[in-house]
Each structure stands twice: as structure tokens, then as C-alpha cells.
């Protein structure tokens, strides 16, 4: 059984991990949405149990990557909230955070996509479409990611 220095040392740890202990962000987004752990939970793709252990610092990590961004999402949208906004508005928020696809690298899928087609737009004003699908021809086999960027600003596409 834990003791309460246990629950300490694992505070600090997720201090350390998170900038702060996980109760004090999940308390912090669920008053300010006005929600329930137990919803918060189902919007960020974790158990109510896993939730409610790592509040009360009986566990300290996430281990799934997209859950932790999920919640580090729903954390920065809360952070200057004062009064919960109505419920509608907080729906479609846990909806969107929910619902959001993410990568192996933690960034939100939309927003890579908007970084690729700016990155694409600029290289369509360094070299022509025929140098661009050379390039993404020979980068290809070693990196397959900035291949795609240079096809797509070989091809025009948005």
C-alpha cells in the first residue's frame, strides 16, 4: 500500500514531466468547462479509473501520447477561462479535442498540413515543378516526409 510520501514523490515526478501535477490540471479544465473528470475522461480517451489515478498521484504518466496531447489541448484552451461557457460551447470543444487526429510526433494532423503547404508554397518560388518532383524523387527512399512536401509543390496542390 502507498504512503503519502509515495503520493508526494509521484506529484513532483508528474511536476516535472508536466510542469504541474495532473490534479491541478484536470481540476483546472474541468471547473473552468464545468464537466465531470469522468467526462473529461471519456473526451480525452482515457478511463475514468486511469484518470482518477493519475489526479490523485497513485500513477504518474500517460503512456499514450495522443491522450496526453489531447489533454494538453483541452488545457490550453481552458487556461483563461473564469466561468464555464455553455454547454454547447463545451460540447463542441471536447468534440473537436476528441475527434482530432494525431501523429506519431504529437502534432495535431491539421496543422502539419498547414505547415506543409506553406513549406510547399515556398519552395514553388525557389525551383520549378520538374526540379521539385526530381528532388521528392531522389529524397524519397530517406525521407519520405519532405518528399511529399517538394510532390506536392511539384504538383500545385494545396
Do not use: C
Not at 510520501?5 to 508536466?18: G, H, I, K, M, S
Not at 502534432?107 to 513549406?119: D, F, L, N, T
Request: proline share 6%; glycine share 8%; net charge positive.
Amino acid at each position: 500500500m502507498a504512503d503519502a510520501a509515495d503520493f508526494t514523490a509521484n506529484r513532483e515526478r508528474q511536476r516535472e514531466l508536466y510542469g504541474a501535477p495532473l490534479g491541478e490540471r484536470v481540476r483546472r479544465i474541468t471547473t473552468g468547462l464545468g464537466i465531470s473528470q469522468a467526462r473529461l475522461a471519456r473526451a480525452i480517451g482515457l478511463s475514468p479509473a486511469m484518470l482518477s489515478q493519475l489526479v490523485s498521484a497513485r500513477r504518474v504518466k500517460i503512456g499514450d501520447p495522443a491522450v496526453l496531447a489531447r489533454l494538453h489541448a483541452l488545457d490550453r484552451r481552458t487556461a483563461d477561462i473564469r466561468i464555464p461557457p455553455e454547454p454547447k460551447v463545451v460540447e463542441k470543444m471536447l468534440a473537436d479535442v476528441s475527434g482530432a487526429r494525431w501523429n506519431w510526433s504529437g502534432a495535431h494532423v491539421s496543422a502539419q498540413r498547414r505547415v506543409q503547404a506553406v513549406a510547399a508554397d515556398a519552395m514553388r518560388g525557389v525551383a520549378e515543378p520538374a526540379r521539385l518532383a526530381a528532388a521528392a524523387a531522389m529524397l524519397g527512399p530517406g525521407f519520405p516526409e519532405l518528399a511529399a512536401v517538394l510532390r506536392q509543390a511539384a504538383h500545385g496542390r494545396r
